[in-house]
């Protein structure tokens, strides 16, 4: 009797503890294709174009989210963490790797928002561009990380970026690449100012970004585009990059005949950059299972997240791996055909 007391004692005392950790569970199921509720509680199409002409859609492309309960100002109990670790469907994890030191919640909120709109330019640039359409990129400076950094007094916001030692750079992926192939030598950018052109040579500085070291010179860029027509996406309260994909094969789907999934229910998630490379993303388990939940039988997986799949994919879900736009769409095209077979899948 007296160690039932003193255990109940101790979970209640844990109960009221803090913890370092916050838990990652399903979020909300949002399809591309269909429609979703506005701030002001209208149903709105998720995607809407103008300029161009669109076609009947069917079934589902869904894009999948995580959520995060808890955040610094609050932290889940010990009795929720150990609920949330007996679950498949949820992960533990440290708070650092949700809200890094330093960083408020509503910051936190805004640097999503900033990647969901840039998410949303290059998913339409990757599928307009599929569809043959010429998006115009220009890769441009947004902001200098410092007074200190090597690009400071070198280069100034709202550059072009024209190219890096002679090759041209259509996006933020293609410079970062060019400056990681040169492994610290001095870069030379062309870029174009009010107009003019001019060229600077840069000498990157290592430094450690998400745990890794990187050769970087100190700027945050942003990609332009100049579409033929106008895509909107309305979708509030989610944030981050990783709806790419599925908004791209949303756009798709929208502007071309009959449905890409051939009426069935299918789900996804992964990044996607304008020339259409799919990259990996956070919290596959989560979406995996709440793609499930919302009846998904095919599930689109970044090949990159492929390590995170096997072992945790729901009873009745079949799951595939994709590294492009490309890969997504022949996996839109064997689920409407019925011959999935020779597909790559996370198994």
């Known amino acids: 009797m007296w160690a039932v007391v003193v255990a109940i004692v101790v979970l209640v005392v844990l109960t009221f503890l803090p913890t370092a950790y916050v838990i990652q569970r399903p979020g909300p199921v949002y399809n591309t294709i269909g429609t979703a509720e506005s701030a002001d509680g209208e149903q709105l199409p998720l995607i809407e174009i103008s300029g161009a002409e669109t076609y009947p859609t069917s079934g589902t492309l869904d894009l999948t989210t995580v959520q995060v309960v808890g955040n610094r100002e609050r932290t889940p109990s010990w009795f929720e963490l150990a609920l949330a670790w007996a679950d498949p469907s949820r992960a533990v994890v440290p708070i650092d790797a949700v809200f890094p030191e330093g960083v408020s919640t509503e910051q936190r909120d805004e640097q999503n928002a900033t990647l969901m709109v840039d998410s949303q330019a290059e998913a339409t640039a990757a599928a307009l561009s599929e569809l043959g359409h010429d998006v115009g990129a220009e890769v441009e400076v947004a902001a200098l990380a410092g007074d200190d950094v090597p690009a400071a007094g070198l280069l100034e916001p709202g550059d072009e970026i024209v190219s890096a030692d002679g090759t041209r750079v259509a996006d933020a992926a293609a410079l970062r690449e060019l400056i990681q192939q040169g492994g610290g030598d001095p870069v030379e950018i062309v870029y174009e100012r009010d107009g003019v052109r001019d060229s600077v040579r840069i000498t990157p500085e290592q430094a450690a970004i998400d745990g890794e070291t990187a050769w970087l010179i100190g700027i945050t860029l942003t990609t332009t585009f100049d579409f033929p027509f106008d895509v909107k996406i309305q979708l509030d309260n989610v944030g981050g990059p990783s709806a ?86 022949e996996a839109l095209e064997g689920i409407e055909s019925g011959d999935t077979a020779e597909l790559p899948t996370c198994g």
């Open 244 to 329: 790419g994909m599925m908004f791209a094969l949303g756009i798709v789907d929208v502007l071309t005949p009959g449905p890409l999934n051939g009426g069935e229910q299918v789900a996804g998630t992964g990044t996607i950059a304008a020339d259409g490379t799919v990259g990996p993303i956070g919290g596959i388990r989560q979406k995996l299972y709440g793609a499930r939940e919302a009846g998904a039988e095919w599930f689109l997986a970044p090949a990159a997240n492929c390590g995170e799949v096997v072992d945790h994919v729901p009873d009745g879900l079949h799951v595939f791996s994709v590294e492009s736009l490309d890969d997504a769409l």
